[in-house]
């Protein structure tokens, strides 16, 4: 019997041929993503900053009487902290295209001080994305020099007109660009200066807002005044990025331009040539704007402690480098709690996923003392051992800082209002002395500080009427013990920023334009502040629902 011919294989069935396709196509896209992320690593991102530092600094060296300054939280890793006058926060969400912005929330005004006296700044920021700069430098800024040129150009005017200046030791002449040190600034520009490669319809959408920013600028309470005193000259930015050509015989003074230079820095390549590095011992990957999003990639390393040890993490090269790492910042969590600071262990994700988690960064910048002007006294100011600070707002009696630095900051100090939840109650202190009230970030509970906030307002209260000195804190010093701090300025403060136990209180109207000029009243001092739009609502929550119930006893 002929053996029975053999069966045709079956054809794959449609479904079956599109599974094996989609899964040939995941795993392209989990090669990419390896490839990726063996690029990404950890040494490959703080050989890119330290190269990108190199640049930073050869650009300040060309205006060495420039103060330079870090825009946060991305600028902070591109030079040693010593090399930083201050810091300032410029969101590229306030540029972004159709979002355009100008923020009363991040005005910056000590930025604009310090240039108007050191006549001019540098900052310093950089981007991951394929851009030469971030919308922070090419938009954000831009928009925030025009809104100031335009409102000191008002103020100017105004006096012109009224043969007089708030300041009766300035003359109208000095208004009006008449005396020698002023003559650069007769015609003063306050027009819209943006990059070349904004294209005109964008600026033009943009330079339709100015005036209504202008407005919401001169209504929220800043100190314009001071402004056009310090200011000479008009802001004007200027952008320098590693594909700018300066001819070094050419570099002119910034004391030669009719403007206050503003130049911005970005510190990263923007083009993908030449990724691959070679030093004398190792090879590296560069990546552009390394600095960015610091907690997927720096495993629990500030700035700070970059480049206290830059020189030992950089020579032990890619294979040492995360071991090394986790020493540094294990020593330096320990020595932080042997001097009582608030330091958790750090917990980081496994290598696979290159992540890290999120920290509080170490931010280098200036302190004013109490009833002063921040650009102008630093007599009296309160410094701890590793360069974070306490602000005392205005003459209020209320001061604002870190959790962190709280064995540091306690000089003057009567009582603490602790924000944090995660810090300890210090046995040394008394029930009187000292509340804690674990208020948590919006985005973990968008109620916390809202609940958190009658306490904390009736503890400020019955410490005020005793003439003690508060300090209100909170983990990083620039969010929630702000919103505390401005609850309790608009609660029991009247116009004058004098404490009146909160009888002007009912008679105001709570709006958020009254609030905002509380909040602008509260960052001329604490320059650090950036209360989250989230803590924000809650305390403008809080605010209206107190004032309905005191308007309902009376």
Same mark, same amino acid.
């Given at each position: 019997m002929a053996a029975a011919a053999a069966a045709p294989e079956p054809e794959p069935e449609p479904a079956a041929a599109s599974a094996a396709a989609a899964a040939a196509t995941l795993s392209i896209y989990k090669a990419a993503r390896r490839i990726k992320r063996r690029d990404s690593t950890l040494y490959n991102a703080l050989r890119s900053v330290a190269e990108d530092a190199a640049f930073v600094a050869e650009v300040a060296a060309l205006w060495p009487a420039l103060p330079l300054v870090a825009n946060l939280r991305c600028g902070l890793w591109?030079?040693? $902290?010593?090399?930083? #006058? #201050?810091? =300032?926060?410029?969101?590229?969400? /306030?540029?972004?295209?159709g979002n355009w912005s100008f923020s009363t929330s991040r005005l910056n005004l000590h930025l604009a001080l310090l240039a108007g006296e050191r006549g001019g700044c540098i900052i310093v920021d950089s981007t991951r994305r394929g851009k030469r700069f971030p919308d922070s430098m090419s938009k954000t800024i831009p928009i925030w020099c025009c809104v100031l040129n335009r409102a000191i150009e008002r103020q100017r005017q105004q006096a012109i007109n009224n043969g007089s200046t708030v300041n009766s030791e300035v003359s109208p002449a000095m208004w009006n660009g008449d005396t020698e040190k002023n003559s650069g600034s007769s015609n003063w520009d306050s027009s819209v200066h943006l990059p070349v490669w904004v294209l005109d319809t964008e600026k033009n959408a943009i330079e339709g807002h100015v005036e209504e920013w202008t407005d919401q600028f001169e209504s929220c309470g800043a100190d314009i005044n001071s402004l056009a005193l310090r200011l000479q000259k008009p802001l004007r930015p200027l952008w320098i990025s590693q594909r700018t050509r300066i001819w070094l015989n050419e570099v002119p003074e910034h004391e030669s331009w009719d403007f206050t230079p503003i130049?911005?820095?970005?510190?990263?390549?923007?083009n993908a040539v030449a990724t691959q590095r070679m030093s004398s011992e190792f090879s590296w990957h560069y990546i552009p704007g390394a600095g960015d999003d610091e907690e997927s990639w720096a495993r629990g390393l500030t700035p700070t402690l970059f480049w206290k040890h830059s020189y030992d993490l950089l020579d032990a090269g890619p294979d040492l480098c995360n071991h090394l790492v986790v020493d540094i910042v294990e020593k330096d969590r320990v020595h932080r709690a042997q001097r009582g600071e608030h330091s958790p262990q750090i917990t980081v994700k496994p290598l696979k996923s290159h992540d890290g988690p999120k920290y509080n960064d170490d931010h280098i910048t200036y302190v004013w003392p109490m009833n002063s002007d921040p650009c102008t006294s630093t007599t009296d100011a309160q410094y701890s051992n590793n360069g974070r600070l306490l602000f005392w707002i205005g003459t209020s009696n209320l001061a604002v800082s870190s959790t962190l630095q709280v064995a540091d900051t306690l000089v003057g100090v009567d009582c603490i209002l602790n924000c944090d939840s995660t810090s300890k109650l210090p046995s040394n202190s008394s029930e009187n002395s000292y509340l804690e009230l674990p208020i948590v970030g919006s985005k973990e509970d968008r109620f916390s500080l809202m609940k958190n906030l009658p306490k904390a307002v /009736?503890?400020?209260?019955?410490? @005020? !009427?005793?003439?003690?000195? !508060? %300090?209100? =804190? =909170?983990?990083?010093?620039? /969010? !929630?013990? !702000?919103? &505390? #701090?401005l609850a309790i300025v608009t609660l029991l403060f009247d116009d004058s920023g004098c404490f009146d136990y909160g009888s002007s209180f009912v008679k105001r109207d709570i709006t958020k334009l009254e609030m905002r000029k509380r909040l602008v009243f509260i =960052?001329?001092?604490?320059?650090? #502040?950036? $209360?989250?739009?989230?803590? %924000?609502?809650? &305390?403008?929550?809080? %605010?209206?629902?107190?004032?309905?119930? @005191? @308007?309902c006893l009376t």
């Open positions: 591109y030079a040693p $902290p010593r090399a930083f #006058a #201050a810091t =300032c926060y410029f969101k590229s969400t /306030d540029g972004h295209a130049i911005l820095i970005s510190a990263s390549a923007s /009736d503890f400020a209260k019955r410490n @005020l !009427i005793a003439g003690r000195k !508060i %300090l209100v =804190c =909170c983990q990083n010093g620039e /969010d !929630i013990s !702000i919103c &505390v #701090a =960052c001329k001092f604490a320059v650090n #502040a950036r $209360p989250s739009r989230g803590n %924000l609502k809650q &305390v403008y929550g809080f %605010l209206s629902n107190e004032k309905e119930r @005191l @308007l």
